[in-house]
């Protein structure tokens, strides 16, 4: 199973990335829970849009206190990227216009341009 979860994990980092010609340095779902927040650093160039009105989240994971609400459109320049406790793709990164940071899955997030790195 968790075999499993990596394979879909990689596979969604690949799609992620193939439209931004950058990189992702090895991933590990390391976390000793799903509300642990890893350590972030602001390494790369990314920005996209939010494809539907979201919580940013606090740490990587949906059932994570939630930062603020966010609409459909808003742009969010990624910081870097994390597999998190149950092998998916989140964001870490500011809310266009504000000094507001948290955490997204890479799935509700266009990319528009630049490179995505590890956090």
């Not at 779902?29 to 539907?52: E, H, I, K, Q």
């Not at 742009?75 to 870490?92: D, L, P, S």
């Not at 899955?105 to 995505?116: F, I």
């Amino acid at each position: 199973m968790k075999f499993t979860k990596r394979i879909s994990a990689v596979a969604a980092t690949t799609a992620l990335l193939a439209g931004l010609g950058g990189t992702v340095g090895a991933t590990s779902a390391s976390a000793a829970g799903p509300c642990d927040r890893p350590s972030v650093t602001n390494n790369s160039s990314a920005y996209g849009y939010f494809l539907g009105d979201y919580h940013l989240k606090t740490a990587p994971a949906a059932e994570c206190g939630n930062v603020t609400s966010v609409k459909k459109g808003a742009k969010f320049y990624v910081w870097c990227a994390v597999e998190n406790y149950y092998g998916h793709v989140w964001v870490y990164g500011r809310l266009n216009g504000t000094n507001t940071k948290g955490w997204e899955s890479g799935d509700n997030v266009s990319y528009e341009s630049g490179s995505l790195k590890h956090c």
